[in-house]
T-cell receptor, first 114, second 112 residues
Framework: ETGVTQTPRHLVMGMTNKKSLKCEQHLGHNAMYWYKQSAKKPLELMFVYSLEERVENNSVPSRFSPECPNSSHLFLHLHTLQPEDSALYLC?????????????FGDGTRLSIL | TQLLEQSPQFLSIQEGENLTVYCNSSSVFSSLQWYRQEPGEGPVLLVT?????EVKKLKRLTFQFGDARKDSSLHITAAQPGDTGLYLCAGAPGGNFNKFYFGSGTKLNVKP
């Protein structure tokens, strides 16, 4: 139990579908992150939310749309994805306190685009 | 551009052997973290190092941060099958929030 819960764990969707990934943290943290993990590539930071405000968008295509309604919840809305978007999507949370705080990860959503 | 290079990418050893994993960069980091990730799970933090030259021990695992804060190593003594997993280093350039750059990982398999 990491304190960060991601749903669904697995998702298969067509390129024209719309779906959303959900992340919830129970650790009282004030920053949340989306990462993409593909085979043979480093974890790629996609988005960072600090105090519910987006502070980082790492050149992510607009077909990925994040939403952070409060400090405990983070969503990633997906629309018109491409086959190369198939990957493990990881959510993490941390405390913002002068930086260098550990990140706590969820177990990820394994996304497959048909 | 990959900021952090990890080596080796794959390592398969027998139980009881020692091993070292390296994490190198040309950039300076304010801190560096090591994570272990098992199949079907997210990465789990092992250690954070923040001072150049710092050495931290976690049972059979020894972590070192380079003097110039550009590189780090993880040494495992007498590896066990339970050490099997993907080891990731992550460096933070610094700032008010945690923006970490991850290495591509070292996949370790310890055979009984």
């Amino acid at each position: 139990e990491t304190g960060v819960t991601q749903t669904p764990r697995h998702l298969v969707m067509g390129m024209t579908n719309k779906k959303s990934l959900k992340c919830e943290q129970h650790l009282g943290h004030n920053a949340m992150y989306w990462y993409k993990q593909s085979a043979k590539k480093p974890l790629e930071l996609m988005f960072v939310y600090s105090l519910e405000e987006r502070v980082e968008n790492n050149s992510v295509p607009s077909r990925f749309s994040p939403e952070c309604p409060n400090s405990s919840h983070l969503f990633l809305h997906l629309h018109t994805l491409q086959p190369e978007d198939s990957a493990l999507y990881l959510c993490a949370s941390s405390q913002i306190r002068g930086g260098n705080q550990p990140q706590h990860f969820g177990d990820g959503t394994r996304l497959s685009i048909l | 551009t990959q900021l952090l290079e990890q080596s080796p990418q794959f390592l398969s050893i027998q139980e009881g052997e020692n091993l070292t994993v390296y994490c190198n960069s040309s950039s300076v980091f304010s801190s560096l973290q090591w994570y272990r990730q098992e199949p079907g799970e997210g990465p789990v933090l092992l250690v954070t190092v923040v001072t150049g030259g710092e050495v931290k021990k976690l049972k059979r695992l020894t972590f070192q941060f380079g003097d110039a804060r550009k590189d780090s190593s993880l040494h495992i003594t007498a590896a066990q099958p339970g050490d099997t997993g993907l080891y990731l280093c992550a460096g933070a350039p610094g700032g008010n929030f945690n923006k970490f750059y991850f290495g591509s990982g070292t996949k370790l398999n310890v055979k009984p």
